[in-house]
DNA sequence: CAGGCGAGTGATAGCGCTACCATTCACAGA
DNA sequence: TCTGTGAATGGTAGCGCTATCACTCGCCTG
């Protein structure tokens, strides 16, 4: 064997070989990938270059290994939807390959699940933990979490610990916007299907509702509110009293796809079209929102952007907190889009004209 | 600082700390952590002993770094539906962390996506792919992928290319047994709604539809058949013409959950009751199934099983070739599961009795 | 013009692990 | 007895990268 032929077909293109090729050291190199100051932008600029040409990748493992700076990072979950788990998982694996962090992912079921995930990762000796919901709202694991010292982040959480960091969307606000968008399509009488009395966006959408007909002049009516327990069947039965009114709603707003889901179901048992004779639309933009006929309008909520983000605060938060230095915790807002699919249209009319 | 406290709350138990404990080399203990043998029984004993003890746990960094066997592998999909991903990506997440590869996760949509995504996992000098369905039974692909010279593994594939690995169900044989049960269940007029042509499992389960039928001495009706396209959409149609004949089915087989959905929304548009008028049943078990209303009997396929299976075949294939020897591609075939739910009983009568 | 300073760069020494070879030892066959 | 052999173990040298410190400038200050 007369050269050393390895891995990834011979593809082993080091730092060395940039070096070489610009006429730096390694450590310059290093120091452009890493975007550190104190290099001119000249050198900068070859090195960026020859990285291109040499089509030079970094190993990760090498970095981790040499910068001390690999973390293990625990992902928690307890029965999540499942298109939400794989949005924040391509989120969260994005971020932890650009970052170089060890991912541990693992299930949790029931209240003593928790406790027994948490031995674990302790044992793990991990280093921090990603909280999507509904484990992010739960105070009795931000607790547990607290008292191992643990840093941990919460994604898409509604109720944010003050002292922990988070990334969210304004529940309020999506809620408000959606009823807006109703009210500019021509809506007047809009039913609202509320969520799960124990979760706490279940109120801040619900509260969102209420402001936007209030400040559009409309009075909210108890009797074009519904009580659902964000499933299919608790959809599809609010609809059903909502929809069989004398005056039915010309729009339902459903707390979340599964029952928006639901209650076009209903719809349709009643002979009714949609979005024809009535609007329906959901919240989460869950993959349930786009399997269904017609496929529904909905509020998405960029649960990959925060997932990634959230990521990089726990991250930061550990090293900061390795440095020694006090953390103050961040609680980033990111923006929710409406998603207009076929289940909206104004009064009266087919979604497709 | 009198001594070194560094990442992971000073867990910093290396191989060297347990060479020590135990009073060997640390090669030897590298020798029992990865199973090698030439390491006598009594010694492999006592270091496994003082690995727990110390808690020590192998930073994976540092192993692939110097083993050189950090693989880079590519997760390639084009919109498969979101629960069947994100179940992917918790087995091979699982499986990657223990094998310590490198992942990256790339989205590819259309049929020129897929050109860019190979062009880019080129020039990231990947050393394997992954490939869910629907890219793994496309022909294109594998063509491609081969003519790269890249080793890649099929993961429920329904048609696995002959000369690559693949992990995967027997659709047929699925189809078969829930065919059957149906069978057992009493049902005599069983409907089948089919997948979108295109797709070459829509033919096997058809198929083990009609054997199953055949074999219980009941002929096959074209009538009793129905075209679908995978969408809820058109199971809701094909079911409607299936419902709404004189002698309607007392079961329905939809050959996906979205269909199946479909199918039940159609007939309780026609005011049938589900499953107590008209058993329906699907087949994936994809969220789809749990979220509607009844919940939908279907196959389920191991899907995260089959992914980390399919990764380390991946890793092996690598391996071996890497050491020069031929790789004979490997098909495995992992067992499905009939999940009953609300959707199904014996004809006439409600599930739940 | 000595002295100081900070920007830009290089040399060196590992990070924790494993590949590879050397070594030891026991025991079989000549 | 002398090899030969293979099993069990240890020593050494890196893997590709970065932390750290040392060094060289040019330029400012007194």
Redesign the interface.
Known sequence: MARKV????G?IVTIHDVARHVGVSPMTVSRVINGEKNVREETRKKVAEAIEAL?Y?P???????AS?????IALIYSNP???F???L??GI??QS?QS?C????ESCEGPEGVADVLDKLK???V?GVVLPPPLSDSTRVAKALREM?LPFVGVATSRPSPDAASVSIDDFKAAFAMTQRLIALGHRRIGFIKGHPNSYYSQLRHEGYIAALTKAGLTPEDKLVGQGYF???SG?DAAESLLMRDERPTALFASND?MA??AV?SA??LGLDVPKDVTIVGFDD???AS???PELTTVRQPISDMASLGLKMLLEQIRTR?SGQPYAPVHEIRDFAIIERQSSSPPGEDATD
């Not at 390895?6 to 077909?9: E, I, M, V, Y």
């Not at 190993?59 to 290994?65: E, G, I, K, P, Q």
């Not at 060890?102 to 992912?105: A, G, M, N, Y």
């Open positions: 390895s891995r990834r077909g593809n089509n990748s190993n990760m493992a090498a970095r981790s290994l001390q700076d690999s973390s293990r939807s499942m298109s788990l794989s949005e998982l391509l694996l994005h390959s170089g060890q991912l541990i992912i044992s793990l000796g280093d010292g499933t299919y069947r599809f599964d889901a639901g179901a349709h048992r869950t993959s349930m399997s269904v006929w390795r």
